[in-house]
Every structure is written in C-alpha cells, then in structure tokens.
C-alpha cells in the first residue's frame, strides 16, 4: 500500500444488498447501510485513491462506481483528489477500462436485445466470411480506431482487424482507416455499434483540433468540460485529448469546483461569500487539493486568490475584462508563467458563452485556459463507413 494512503474510520454505501465481502474484510472500517429499491448496485464515482480491495470489488460490477460512498479518513480529513488524477494530464488510452466493455455491452444490447440479429439469422450462414475495410468519407481527425475490434469481441467469431489508421491521425475523404476479415454474422452486427462510437468520438477530436489550432499563437489551451453525453464521458474527454485540446475535470470527485450555486446554499454574499467557500474547502481538504471557483466580477479575484484557489473561472467576460483580471492576477505575483518562490499559481479560465467567433479574442487576453462546452455536447459526427464484400 503506499505510503501517502490514510487508513479509514468510515464507510458510507448505498448497495441493494449487504455488504460485499471485501468491504466487510476492511480492516478497521466501520460500516453503515441504507437500502436503496435497485436490484443492482449503479455507480457514480470511480475511486482511484480507494484500498484495494474497494477498488476489486468496484470491478466486479464492471467499473462502475457505487451510490453515497462516502469515505472519511482517520485524521478526520478526505484524501487529496489531486491523488487521483492529476488535472489537465491528457488521459490515456481507455480501451481497458470496464467502463467502456459496459458501455459496448449496452450498446450491442440496444440492438440485439435477447433475440439478435433476426436479418442475419434468416440469410447469412453461420460460416460465411466478410471481408472488408472502413473509410472515411470526409477530413478530420480519428479517434476510437481500437473501438471496432473492441466491440466484435463481445460477439460470436473470430474477426482479423488491421488498422491502418491510430487515434490522433488527421485524415482526408477516402483514406482507408482499417482492413478487416471474417464471422460475417458479427461484423454485420458490430458494424453500427462500432460505426456510432468512432464517428463520435472522431467528430470531438476533429473540433478539439480546429480550436486548438486557432490559438496555437497564445499560451491559451481548449478545455472541455462535464458536459458530456451520459456514458461517454470517459471516451469523450480522450478524444479532446487526441485533437490537442485538455482535460477539465474528469467529474465532481477529482475536484472542487465553487460556483454561484454552493455560494448560495452557504448563505453568504456572493461578493465575499465567494472567498469563504475557497478557505473553508482548503482547510478540509488541505494544500495539495485542487480547488476551483467561478467569479462573475473581478471585485471578487483578490479575495479568492488570497483565499488558496488553484484556478479561477472567468464568467461570461468580454475580452477586456479577461486582459484586467490578468494584470490583477500578475500583479499578486501569482502567474503560472512566472511564478515566484512561496507563492502559489493561479491559473485564469474563460468560461461561459465562447464561440469560434470570439475564441482567439479570448486566448489573446492572456489567460491560460478557455473552457467550451460544446467541445463534447453538439457535433455532427464524422462521416465513416464500412465497405464490406464476402470473402471468397
């Protein structure tokens, strides 16, 4: 176990049944239960910092993570979320992740159900080979190439795939991505699952490189953003990565993120409550926490700085008002490009109502970041199809 881990004095979950066996092995944990009506335990968080044996049994039901788990460490204080993902690092390949066999399996089962492929059951043998490759039909920039042989494996057959083609690539109408050959039945039906989810993917990398390479000149980089398509967040967020853009992020557990919102609810003035939220979050969850936290008025960024945030989130700004929280922000000796011994950086964010149109502008003020939820919400997928011929 490593050295940074603290041991646990409480487990919180909501689960369907008792307590699985490697959560009730925990040594020193103490556990409380609440029945939900599911049959099944739906998870919302993956805990990358969790004890091992949390993190087996998260696998055993396909990665998914579990309802309210709530975890306290004995020192009365969460671990850090920065010790689960270290923010703005392009996430790898997910290939592997049981999140996305889930997703596959979700899929095919849209279209098969319990019955299958009634088309195929009535013409194609049981024998019969394909062979075939898949094409783009117009320019951009692929991701999800892996994605085909990934989804034929939960069929029926044996299928040889070579890709041409890797994630990241730039390619032109009729560029031949991948060649493939076999189990006619399960090409036949693999091939809208597969086609769906590289085309969309594709479409997020395609639109992360067009923007990234509008502002290439600054030291402005794209982020995305939660806005995700429900089940695709994980796939979603590597494809802005393969166009060049970054992660924002991954979910609610691996940062904080104050908004006007959690403002709010504490009750305080969103002028000074702003500020507050900042202090009382670094004091719960320590220097090496991420913390973030939306401003609508510059009057409010001295204060949140001096407060511990990590990052500030410009809302709704023009240009001109991005150029002055800048010169603020420099000014307490607190930017990223010229950080000054014992003080901490912050990062300045553009955030609300960016459009191509006013993209470079943004950049061009001097803050490090512009986040754009349309990165991952509203594409037109990129045009790929699958040209298919029995092997003779």
Known sequence: ?????????????????????????????????????????????????????????????????????DIEPAS????????????????????????????????????????????????VDHHAILRGRMLAKAEGVLCGVPLFARVLRHLEGTVEVNELCADGDEVEA??????????????????????????????????????SQMIRHTRCRVYDTRKTIPGLRRLQKYAVTCGG???????????VLIKENHIALMGADVRVGAAEAVARCRTRLGADA????????????????????????????SPELLRRAVIIRDELGCAPHAPQAGRRTVALEASGGITE????????????????????????????????EPSR
């Open 76 to 123: 009365g204080r969460p671990p850090c979320p920065s010790m689960m993902h270290t923010f703005g690092t392009p996430l790898g390949p997910p290939y592997d992740d049981p999140q996305v066999d889930g997703l596959i399996h979700t899929a095919l089962h849209e279209d098969l159900a319990y019955v299958g492929d009634l088309t195929c059951q009535c013409l």
């Open 290 to 317: 991420l913390i973030q936290v939306e401003i609508a008025d510059l009057d409010q960024l001295p204060g949140v700085i001096a407060a511990g945030a990590d990052m500030v989130l410009c809302d709704n700004m």
């Open 1 to 69: 176990m490593p050295n940074n881990w603290q041991p646990f004095t409480r487990v919180s979950m909501l689960a369907a049944a008792g307590p699985p066996a490697a959560i009730a092995g925990m040594a020193g944990a103490k556990r409380s239960w609440t029945s939900i009506t599911s049959s099944r335990v739906f998870p919302m968080v993956h805990w990358k910092w969790g004890i091992g044996e949390v993190c087996a049994w998260e696998s055993g039901v396909h990665g998914l993570a579990v309802y309210g788990f």
């Open 357 to 388: 149109e006013s993209l470079v502008a943004v950049a061009e003020s001097g803050v490090e970041r512009v986040s754009i939820g349309a990165l991952t919400h509203s594409l037109r997928a990129l045009d790929i199809s699958l040209l298919c």
């Open 174 to 211: 009729g560029t031949e991505i991948l060649r493939f050959q076999g189990a006619a039945a399960a090409i036949l039906m693999a091939e809208r699952t597969a086609l769906n989810l590289i085309q969309s993917l594709s479409a997020v990398a395609t639109r992360s490189r067009q923007l």
């Open 245 to 255: 853009g970054a992660n924002h992020r991954i979910g609610l557990y691996d940062a």
